[in-house]
């Protein structure tokens, strides 16, 4: 699509906040069109971005789940993280990205619960491995809100 | 918007028997306040000969909401809490009987030549944040030292033992996640599983929680004072470190640690609630309310999500919520954990 949809989008937020809101003269309308183009803005980022993060969260969780089916002491829950390491997204819908990406969070929060209830240096190691990927993910997500003023 | 006015104005008319010719005019629903449909409006009768002119807050249920909450909760608080000296709106009238407008409501003064600060603004209260963030502690600090049977709250709000405050509203909000969430949710339910493992010492005493303290929901006018607290609709009876642990949240200072809201220094801001409420600060307690409010705030977010993901409630301002604000409470949760789990395994 030409011209890029983040262009777009932005493109429609200044028209929205130059042409359309300063006409409206209901308070409730100016509040729910400026809440839109702050969510428009949000949503020219994450169209560009939206496929790559999902499937780099993906590819992370399931490199975490072959090293930590070493180390759980749950057999079936090593057989499981092992089976999710080894998956692959087949689609790079987002619809499809996202599924599979809550499947491997659930299984991500079941591993969480394993390693808290081990002890040692080496399962702290790892847990403390989980959580540079929660936070890596967390700071990806971010979204960076324009300023309008 | 005409229905409302007219149906409203013979609503005032029932309520007020002596008075002759209300009319209402300049109806205009207020942005914000999602939990409800809120709507300043000047109200005039004549009374004893004379023309009365009133602006008014009607405060509608709504169909659906970000929040679910009750509307006697929130008229309650103003109730008790306006003869204290507290700014809060004077309440004026509940009315249950969907025959005038539909749904529930009630009516409050309008505060005028007030505004409120948006958690979204980097600098909300310019020139005046010194000024007014030494209030809105202060103001924190009283409703925390208030005994709600004294001013006639208790038996309105559920009960509960200082022990098991940290349980009760853990549960609600966990219930909450569970119900709600559309994907799970791993930093969220890590910090439930925190919260679980390391539970606060009792409440130094059982106080009223606002709920929602933060900016956003206060308004403050041009010298710097605050002149109304807001949005109590989920005021409960608690332990008053919940409010200090909601208010310091870093969502509502552009994720900054050190002036909690844009206002004044985090030290200083606990220093003036404990002047004003008697109560010490207990800081390992405090630390495990503050990750409360963090797992809260999501929860009320992933609310926000289902209920428009749902259909039930298409307001913009649902969608947003549920994406900035989840965003940044994940981020500042997510770290907040890593660093208390490798500070246990150090």
Known sequence: MKPQVPNVLRGFVGTLLTEILPNLSAEYSMGNAAVMCQSLSVIADEFERGAEIRFRENEEMRALFAEAAKIVADKGLATRLLDASTGRDASLLISALDRSNAALASLLI???????????????????????????????????LPSFG | MEDVATRFAAYLQHRMPAVSNVEVSGLSRIYGGASRETYRLQATWEEGGVKVVRPLILRRDPVASLIETERDIEYNAYVAFHPTGLPVPEPLFLETDLKWLDRPFFVMEQI?????????????????????????WSHLGKIAGADPKAIGFASALEAVAPGDCWRVELAKWEKVIDEDELSPQPIARAGIRWLKR?????????????GDYRTGNFLFNG??????ILDWEMCH?????????????????????????GMI??????????????IKIDRKALLWWEIFNMVKGLAIWISAAKEYESGTNLDPILAFASWIPTDRHNRILAHCLADLSRGAHA
């Open chain 1, 110 to 144: 079941e591993l969480q619960v394993a390693l808290e209830g081990m002890t040692g240096a080496s399962v702290h190691a790892f847990e403390s491995k989980v959580w540079d990927y929660l936070v890596t993910a967390a700071d990806r997500r971010k979204f960076t």
């Open chain 2, 112 to 136: 005028v030549d007030s505004a409120a600060g948006s958690a979204f603004n980097a600098d909300p209260y310019g020139g005046n944040a010194e000024r007014i963030g030494r209030q809105f």
């Open chain 2, 198 to 210: 390391n539970p606060p010492p009792p409440a130094a005493k059982i106080s009223v929680v606002h």
């Open chain 2, 237 to 261: 009876l608690g332990d008053p470190l919940e409010d200090i642990g909601w208010a310091l949240s870093r969502l509502w200072s552009q994720e900054a640690e050190e002036r909690p809201g």
């Open chain 2, 223 to 228: 010298n710097g004072d605050i002149t109304a």
């Open chain 2, 265 to 278: 220094d985090r030290e200083e801001a606990l220093r003036i609630w404990q002047e004003a409420s008697g």
